[in-house]
């Protein structure tokens, strides 16, 4: 680690690179799932689905003494009308890298696919009301969003727990950026997405944001005001939450 610091309540973590930052990260994520494990019966994570978490999810599941049997897995969003099978699903991606590896005790997922999504909103929050989440899994967008909580749809007092979005231009773009589809065209204009709130409720929150493209929105969550504006910047009022950047997404915070 090259450096560590506080804003406000945020703990801030930059690395030399992105490999550190996953092997860290992971370290510390996997310490804390051991340690909660000792005083609960079962515990529960919601994961983000993204690039940016590929080299912690690669370290997590390489964790020695991790119980997953007493592991209940959640993840945060999904694109609406994606095909079941589609590699760009979030489930696809965390089903891939990480769900189908480790022997959990239940994988809950989002459906996409869903006839009606009022029905699966209310679904999938009352899943996360039965198992009040003890540890989040996140990343930041390029545009500020944390899950699909993009700034115009941002609400810092939600009181849903799951939620219908329709995605900003940036953040569909970033998805073209991040390779997961050729044009912008084909990335879903809408997607359901665990609100702000809920995501807040976890007890213990992990942020890996890696990558120069991720620059700015790592500035703004340090140095801006906490507002929907930049939805990340809500981090900063959590009591126990960790960011864990690199040298090239922590270039220009001062």
Same mark, same amino acid.
């Given at each position: 680690?090259?450096?560590?610091?506080?804003?406000?309540?945020?703990?801030?973590? +930059?690395?030399?690179?992105?490999?550190? =930052?996953g092997r860290e990260s992971a370290l510390?994520?996997?310490?804390?799932?051991?340690? =909660? /494990?000792?005083?609960?019966?079962? @515990?529960? +994570?919601?994961?983000?689905?993204?690039?940016?978490?590929?080299?912690?999810?690669?370290?997590? #599941?390489?964790?020695?003494?991790?119980?997953?049997?007493? #592991?209940?897995?959640?993840?945060?969003? $999904?694109? #609406?009308? /994606?095909?079941?099978?589609?590699?760009?699903?979030?489930?696809?991606?965390?089903?891939?890298? @990480?769900?189908?590896?480790?022997?959990?005790?239940?994988?809950?997922?989002?459906?996409?696919?869903? $006839?009606? %999504?009022?029905?699966?909103?209310?679904?999938?929050?009352?899943?996360? %009301?039965?198992?009040?989440? !003890? @540890? *989040?899994?996140?990343?930041?967008?390029?545009?500020?969003?944390i899950a699909f909580n993009d700034p115009?749809?941002? !609400?810092?007092?939600?009181?849903? =727990?799951?939620?219908? *979005?329709?995605?900003? /231009?940036?953040?569909?773009?970033?998805? *073209?950026? !991040?390779? &997961?589809?050729?044009?912008?065209?084909?990335?879903?204009?809408?997607?359901?997405?665990?609100?702000?709130?809920?995501?807040?409720?976890?007890?213990? =929150?992990? &942020?890996?944001?890696?990558?120069?493209?991720?620059?700015?929105?790592?500035?703004?969550? @340090? $140095?801006?005001?906490?507002?929907?504006?930049?939805?990340?910047? +809500?981090?900063?009022?959590? +009591?126990?939450?960790?960011?864990? /950047?690199?040298?090239?997404?922590?270039? #220009?915070?001062?």
């Amino acid at each position: 680690m090259i450096r560590s610091f506080k804003k406000d309540k945020l703990t801030v973590k +930059i690395y030399r690179s992105r490999e550190d =930052l996953g092997r860290e990260s992971a370290l510390e994520a996997g310490n804390k799932i051991k340690e =909660l /494990l000792k005083s609960q019966e079962s @515990i529960n +994570i919601i994961f983000a689905a993204a690039p940016s978490q590929n080299e912690f999810l690669q370290n997590l #599941i390489m964790q020695e003494g991790i119980e997953w049997e007493r #592991i209940n897995a959640f993840h945060m969003d $999904e694109y #609406i009308g /994606l095909a079941p099978t589609a590699p760009q699903g979030f489930g696809n991606f965390l089903k891939e890298r @990480i769900f189908s590896l480790r022997p959990f005790r239940s994988v809950n997922y989002l459906n996409g696919q869903c $006839e009606s %999504t009022d029905d699966e909103c209310a679904r999938y929050a009352q899943l996360l %009301t039965a198992n009040p989440v !003890d @540890i *989040v899994c996140m990343g930041i967008g390029e545009n500020g969003h944390i899950a699909f909580n993009d700034p115009h749809v941002a !609400d810092f007092n939600d009181r849903k =727990l799951v939620k219908v *979005v329709e995605l900003d /231009l940036q953040c569909r773009q970033q998805q *073209v950026n !991040d390779g &997961c589809f050729e044009s912008i065209d084909q990335v879903p204009t809408h997607a359901l997405t665990l609100t702000i709130p809920a995501l807040l409720k976890g007890r213990f =929150l992990f &942020c890996m944001v890696p990558g120069m493209t991720k620059a700015q929105a790592v500035a703004n969550t @340090i $140095e801006q005001e906490i507002s929907e504006r930049h939805p990340s910047t +809500i981090l900063r009022d959590h +009591i126990a939450a960790n960011l864990y /950047l690199d040298t090239l997404s922590a270039k #220009i915070i001062s």
